[in-house]
């Protein structure tokens, strides 16, 4: 199983978009996929509903709210029971074998997250068991065998270095992070940098004084995929090539995938309960552009470790 979170604190970045197309367009080729909403804005879990039915969905369906407020005990099987499979996407994938879950979420979660047990004693010290364990939580969870069914976890990120985008990069073999290629991008993708890299040495500081020792965490592998890029003449406008070539002189792996700017294509996106990828009536140079990121996606869970 490879698990990708889909992170840049940075919003608007195409996060969500990138997360539903990657794991329909995944799906389509026959793998089994679990997608996890993180973000209160729930817009990936919208994007599979049609506007009658989130309304309808967002009164029944359970959602990450109650992985949050569940007891250890439980955790990994309430995180499993709330596993919704949304149906007009399965049925437009499902010819090669592959399937397409979803762990929703829902705006009314927006506070939950502090209701997830802290790590810090009473005198505001960090306990590095509690710490370790409250990291690992996405990690642990799934590793129960309720989630060895599936070949690759995509989990959207809500647009902060927060405990869950924190939680979700500690899991991942593999960080996708969205950008777009301007100055303010390209400088939000440095701080990303550095924020993961405080973040694997905080958590193996912690892990080393925690009594019952997880594995070390490894900086996790980031790739940058740059989203809303415009053409011109077979190629990025000349502005957008300046800072997708600055991000790879800094050395950060880059998809050689662009994707382009359709404004008209992603602007109804997630309107009819489909990504773009598997929508009728897209123009094929907008499908084969997302197909291209499914590709190389591929390929570099070809490179990751077994
Ligand atoms: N390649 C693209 N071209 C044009 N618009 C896009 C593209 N990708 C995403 N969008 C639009 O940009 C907005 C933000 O995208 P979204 O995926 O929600 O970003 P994030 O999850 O990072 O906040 C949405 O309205 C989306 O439809
Ligand atoms: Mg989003």
Known sequence: MRIVAVVNNKGGVGKTTVTANLGAGLAARGQKVLMIDLDPQASLTKSFFTVEESQAYLNSLQTIGAWFRASDKHRAQVLADIVFSPARCNSLVNKHGGWLDLVPSDPMIVNSESLIPGAVDGTGNIRPAKFVGLHRRLADDLTDPMFSKYDVVL?????????????????????VMPARPDYLSTEAIQVMGQHLLDL????????KAAPDE??????????????????????????HAQYINEVATLGVPVFRTLVRDRNREYAAAGRYGVPTILAGGVPPEVRTNLQDCVDELLTFFERLNP
């Not at 694997?200 to 892990?207: K, S």
Request: proline residues 7%.
């Open 155 to 175: 989990v959207d990120c809500a647009p902060a270095f927060s405990l869950t985008t924190k939680m979700a990069a500690i899991a991942s073999d593999m960080i």
């Open 200 to 207: 694997t040495r905080d958590f193996n500081h912690h892990r």
């Open 214 to 239: 997880a594995p070390e965490l490894r900086m996790p592998r980031v790739a940058v995929l740059f989203t809303m890029v415009q053409w011109y003449s077979g190629r990025p406008i000349d502005v």
